[in-house]
């Protein structure tokens, strides 16, 4: 697609349900990354796709937090026992390659009640 | 990466360059400087990077000093739309690390 797509844009769950958030990058982006950014804060580094190789998964903030892409197609981001501090908005985002600028999504907004 | 500096915020008015500083006095020599904004509810959105030469597109210009601690983000004319917060990062260009967003410069562009 022409921009990096995000579904759903907006997500309500009760604390302790899992959650799992999409992310279609820019098709031939090999680069995938998922960020997340709470209210009034910056963005925090979650995880990190390069082809196939092994994610960088230094950013998840616990064992609740997982990723997975396919090659370099759809990622998924799963969010287990949800919490309220997981309330914030998720940014994936994509690139080319090395290089290249970022193109990010307009973020799925995650409430926790 | 290096570490930047930037201020929390600055105004501008509609219609005058809005010019935002950055410093970072930590630059080693591969390390580019890149500038994104995030306008209000949207994902950031990447404007312009440069190494040591100034730069320009269509969205920005980008002044880097001659010992390149310290770089300016120029926007020409600046429009409200052009409200947002402003990231400076630096960064070796070809590194698959993700960036690092500090705390970046809310502008805002009043009528």
């Known amino acids: 697609g022409a921009g990096v797509s995000q579904s759903p844009s907006n997500k309500v769950t009760e604390k302790g349900k899992d959650v799992e958030l999409r992310c279609d990058p820019i098709s031939g982006h090999t680069a995938l990354y998922w960020y997340r950014q709470r209210l009034g804060q910056g963005l925090e580094f979650l995880i990190y796709f390069q082809g196939n190789s092994a994610p960088d998964k230094s950013g998840l903030p616990s064992d609740r937090f997982s990723a997975e892409r396919t090659g370099e197609s759809v990622s998924t981001l799963t969010i287990q026992r949800t919490q309220q501090e997981d309330s914030a908005v998720y940014l994936c985002?994509?690139?080319?390659?090395?290089?290249?600028?970022?193109?990010f999504g307009s973020g799925t907004r995650l409430t926790v009640v | 990466d290096a570490k930047t500096t930037q201020p929390p915020s600055m105004d501008c008015a509609e219609g005058r360059a809005a010019n935002l500083p950055c410093n970072h006095s930590t630059i080693s020599g591969n390390e580019y400087v890149y500038w994104y904004r995030q306008i209000h509810s949207q994902g950031p959105q990447y404007i312009i990077h440069g190494l040591k030469n100034n730069e320009t597109n269509e969205m920005a210009s980008l002044i880097i000093t001659e010992d390149r601690k310290s770089s300016t983000l120029i926007l020409p004319h600046a429009t409200l739309r052009d409200t947002a917060v402003y990231y400076c990062i630096v960064r070796v260009a070809y590194s698959g690390y993700a960036l690092n967003f500090g705390k970046g410069t809310s502008l805002l562009v009043t009528p």
């Open positions: 985002a994509s690139r080319l390659g090395q290089g290249h600028g970022y193109t």
